[in-house]
């Protein structure tokens, strides 16, 4: 067999699963979307884009369109929160991924480790945690109680304030290890000559720490950016349902909601979202290449 | 009239655990100086080097720079800049941002440091480069800009952190001639830090020979290399023969000694009369056939290295092996063959009693 043979025959087995696995399931997903609801749940199949419709739109009791911002509402907070969960990530792991790229190399290992560590525990358990330490009668409550320092609080938890820890608090490992990355394969001679040249520490972070580590920290936007559109678990347990992200209003459609092709809809919409920021963010990455 | 003292070493020492990198070591370093620390690797020279840019502290003694004490000054505060062994340009800017990066950092105005950039440009001869980034340049052109970027403030000194080595030797010897020009033209005071003897040789006003942690000797190249304070120093800088040696006599600066080629009279450093020594003689000393003169010898050669503009010979006489370089004066000159036999001479004058 050829090498070019091989290139074609040999990645069959990828294009077979990623045709089963992939493009397959966003293929029905899309056809859903495309349907109408089924009188009994589910759906039948069709051609109509009243499910996209319904995002925007509200049918009143005599069929008239009115437009609505519910839903909106919900893809606006969604994209609200996760760009301020991929900020808060990226602001706590540049310092973080520093540490961990000075310490000397048997320390590294083991730092490096210590972050990847809530990975091994299940995620549900991991942000049900949050809601002992948030909840009513939770550990932060009693402690400010015993502290004397509040007497009658508002909950903490089922706030966007709540799902926005939870969310930083799951997601910060994926920005911390390709900053990490990109920080470890920072010349340190490069921050030398910042010194030498006059650059304060603060020059130093800003013009050559800063922007030698800003693939990395692209790289970590992309992976704490695009989970955060889809969170699920963050939402319910944190959010209790009062405040929806889109993650749980597709869930919501497909299970208690029983309206498969306007959860579908919803889902198509949220793949575009994502599809639109890895593209802008590798049309930067381009740019950004070609300049260097 | 006094020269005015750039850099004061005094007394630094610096250890890494139980290794004691330099075991306190004191020297002057004047204004306007090519000043080269040589030796070989491990020899603290470029402990030194960060010790005055600021990247290290030593474990005692005190650094002055124009008579300030500097050593509690951070980096960034040291009129003090460096040429790195691997240039350290920033990738992510133009070569003229590389530039202005130091005088932003001094708060000089846009103007003053747009027309300093492209004097800077001019000087290296990279005018033509200036949007260009540091990936897109030779190493040749790193190198210039790498100078000009740690010039373009007029530091109090400029360090130099072997920063020919990753060139290769055609370009190695023409940048030896522009550094030399360039601290010519800026009259800044370059601290020179490489273990290469010839580039220290050709470039230095003054050489500081480092070893084991220690000075060996400071003095200007034709000192270190024909007048070599020990054997560290003469063995180190180019090559030469070591002849054992005893002390017959020592009369001042001269002493007499009876070697394996016979007695010799000439200078001495620490010889002690009775007491035993070495003998150094350089190759380049010893005269061969129409070329001898001086203290005669006879021998035969064991070995032949073809150099080119020389050769290199290796000859026993009297049972010792003496390596002997001749130049190839005439082309395609009568050539020694190993086994001939071979009359050599040198003068007892240029050749070196050392202690032993």
């Excluded at chain 1, 067999?1 to 696995?21: C, H, K, N």
Aim: hydrophobic share 50%.
């Amino acid at each position: 067999m050829s090498w070019r043979d091989f290139r074609i025959w040999g990645l069959a087995p990828a294009w077979v699963i990623m045709a089963l696995t992939l493009v397959l399931p966003i293929a029905i997903v899309v056809l859903v979307s495309l349907s109408t609801r089924g009188a009994y749940g589910g759906f039948d199949w069709g051609l109509s884009f009243d499910s996209y419709a319904k995002i925007l739109f509200e049918e009143d009791w005599d069929g008239n369109l009115a437009f609505t911002p519910q839903y909106l509402a919900i893809i606006g907070r969604t994209l609200w929160l996760a760009g301020l969960t991929t900020l808060i990530c990226a602001v706590l792991a540049l310092p973080a991924a520093y540490v961990i790229a000075q310490a000397p190399a048997r320390w590294k290992a083991v730092l490096v480790y210590l972050v990847t560590l809530p990975f091994w525990v299940s995620m549900i358990v991991r942000v049900y945690a949050w809601i002992i330490i948030l909840g009513n009668d939770g550990v932060i409550e009693k402690t400010l109680r015993g502290l004397g320092l509040v007497t009658d609080m508002d909950s903490l938890l089922f706030t966007n304030g709540a799902m926005l820890t939870g969310l930083v608090y799951s997601y910060i490992p994926l920005m911390i290890l390709p900053v990490f990355a990109s920080i470890e394969k920072l010349d340190p001679a490069l921050i030398e000559a910042s010194h030498d040249l006059y650059g304060s520490r603060w020059v130093t972070a800003r013009r050559v720490i800063l922007p030698l580590t800003l693939p990395g920290l692209m790289a970590g936007a992309v992976l704490v950016f695009v989970p955060c559109l889809g969170a699920v678990l963050e939402p319910i347990l944190l959010g209790g349902g009062k405040t929806m992200m889109m993650g749980n209003l597709i869930q919501t459609q497909f299970g208690g909601g029983r309206n498969w092709p306007f959860g579908a809809a919803i889902a198509v919409t949220l793949m575009v979202l994502v599809m639109v920021f890895l593209m802008l963010n590798a049309l930067r990455a381009r740019r950004e290449v070609g300049h260097a | 009239m006094e020269r005015k003292k750039a850099i004061e070493v005094q007394n630094v020492a610096k250890s890494f655990g139980t290794f004691q990198a330099l075991k306190g070591v004191s020297f002057d370093i004047y204004d306007n100086e090519f000043f080269t620390m040589l030796g070989p690797s491990g020899c603290g020279k470029t402990t030194l080097l960060r010790m005055i840019a600021g990247f290290e502290s030593p474990t005692s003694g005190t650094i002055r720079l124009h008579g300030r004490d500097i050593l509690d000054q951070p980096p960034h505060k040291r009129r003090v800049n460096t040429v790195f062994q691997s240039y350290a340009l920033f990738p992510h800017m133009t070569l003229e941002a590389n530039i202005a990066f130091a005088l932003e950092n001094l708060g000089w105005e846009k103007a003053r440091i747009r027309d300093r950039v492209a004097q800077m440009l001019d000087l290296v001869h990279m005018t033509q480069f200036a949007r260009r980034r540091p990936a897109q340049l030779s190493g040749g052109q790193r190198q210039r800009i790498a100078l000009a970027r740690a010039l373009a403030s007029e530091p109090e000194v400029l360090l130099l952190d072997e920063p020919l080595s990753a060139l290769d030797l055609k370009l190695r010897q023409a940048m030896r001639d522009e550094l030399r020009a360039l601290q010519r033209a800026t009259g800044i005071t370059f601290i020179f830090v490489t273990h290469d003897q010839e580039e220290a040789l050709d470039m230095s006003d003054r050489i500081c020979v480092l070893g084991a942690g220690e000075v060996q000797q400071i003095g200007a190249p034709n000192e270190i290399y024909e007048d070599p304070e020990n054997r560290f120093v003469a063995d180190f800088i180019g090559e030469t023969n070591f002849l054992p040696a005893e002390v017959v006599s020592v009369e001042g600066d001269r002493a007499t000694v009876t070697t394996p080629l016979g007695p010799v009279t000439t200078w001495h450093k620490g010889a002690v009369a009775g007491a035993p020594a070495m003998l150094s003689l350089r190759p380049e000393k010893i005269g061969m056939e129409d070329q001898a003169q001086g203290h005669a010898l006879h021998g035969t050669i064991t070995g032949r290295n073809y150099m080119g503009g020389y050769t290199h010979y290796t000859v026993t006489v009297n049972g010792i092996e003496l390596r002997v370089s001749k130049r190839n004066a005439v082309s395609h000159g009568a050539s020694l063959a190993v086994g001939a036999p071979v009359r050599l001479a040198f003068r007892p004058d240029s050749a070196r009693v050392l202690a032993r």
